[in-house]
Every structure is written in C-alpha cells, then in structure tokens.
C-alpha cells in the first residue's frame, strides 16, 4: 500500500512540475561600442516565460553566485532588449541584443514559467569595444602530428615484440 502511495505522489509531481529547456548555459557577446550586438537562445517549455535580466557591477567580473547579480541595467552604460513576456509551445528562439559603452560587462537572464513551477537562466558575457574582446589563441605544434605518427608505430612495434616474447617463454616452458 505505502509503495502504491509512493507511486502516486510520483506521478501527480511529475504531472503537476514542468520542464523548462534552455540551449545555451553562458551567451558571450563580442562587438564594438554603440552597435546592436545581438545573439540568440533557444527556450523550450509548454507555457507563458517572463524574462528578467540582472547584472553585476563592474568590479566583480566573472562571478557566478545570483545574489551578487543585483544592478540593473539602467546602473550600468548598456542597453538590452528582447521580447517580454513570451509564449513558448514546444521551443522557440530568443533574440537578445545589447548596447553599449566600452568595456566588460556581466549578467544573468532568468526565464521564468508564469505559473511559476520552472525557471532557468543563462549567463551574459558582454565583451564591447576592441581592447576587450577576447582572442582565441591556438598553440600549434608543427612536429606534434610528425611526434604522434611515429609514436603509434613505436608502439605497434613494441606491442608485436611483447606478444612474441609471451609466445616464446610459453612454448619454453611447454618443452
């Protein structure tokens, strides 16, 4: 009877809770100052969403607890906009536009169900104004493929000497 209980409860949680889906954990947002910088995000859930963005004053770049995320953006040197509040059937995506001054700003968008049974977030990463926009630096070996090639056939050649000492200390040991 407890276990029918159980499953019960189980059942009505999962039909009353709902899913919220987002496809981005952090969006980055790289431009030059007073230009649209805009970026998308895909939200999937079955309901009405209200958008809330929340920033983090300059300096604390980079921090990831919520509850330092207390500025809005009127405090700061930007402009967002999207969509507010959107109805979502399945999933859909979200065009988020900043604009701004010169520098390195941090934010959070939360999604939030009206109903209120699911919300999620995603981090902003605004990076505006050349000096601050990261570059990707790749570090390239030249002998790196020519190292793993005969790597790879060091070790062939070392695996079909072991296999062939096992063999002939075995049929040594058979005579």
């Known amino acids: ?3 029918l209980n159980k499953l019960v409860l189980f059942i009505l949680l999962i039909s ?8 981005h954990e952090k969006i980055t947002f790289e431009g030059n100052a007073d230009e649209n910088i805009c970026e998308e995000v895909i939200i999937s859930t079955n309901d009405l969403v209200f958008l809330e963005d929340r920033w983090l004053s300059e300096d604390s770049i980079n921090k990831r607890d919520l509850k330092d995320y207390d500025l809005k953006i009127s405090e700061l040197d930007l402009e967002i906009t999207y969509e507010n509040p959107i109805y979502v059937n399945g999933s859909r995506n979200v065009k988020i536009c900043i604009k701004g001054k010169e520098g390195i700003y941090n934010g959070i968008i939360l999604f939030t169900e009206i109903n209120g ?7 902003l990463e605004i990076y505006i104004g050349n000096e601050f926009i990261p570059k990707e630096v790749k570090i390239v070996n030249p002998y790196l493929g020519k190292i793993l090639r005969y790597s790879a056939i060091l070790l062939f050649f070392l695996i079909v000497y072991l296999v062939f000492t096992i063999v002939e200390k075995r049929k040594l040991r058979l005579i």
């Not at 009353?16 to 496809?23: D, N, R, V």
């Not at 049974?117 to 981090?123: A, D, E, K, L, S």
């Open 1 to 3: 009877m407890q276990s």
């Open 16 to 23: 009353f809770s709902s899913a919220i889906g987002l496809s």
């Open 117 to 123: 049974n699911g919300g999620i977030g995603t981090w």
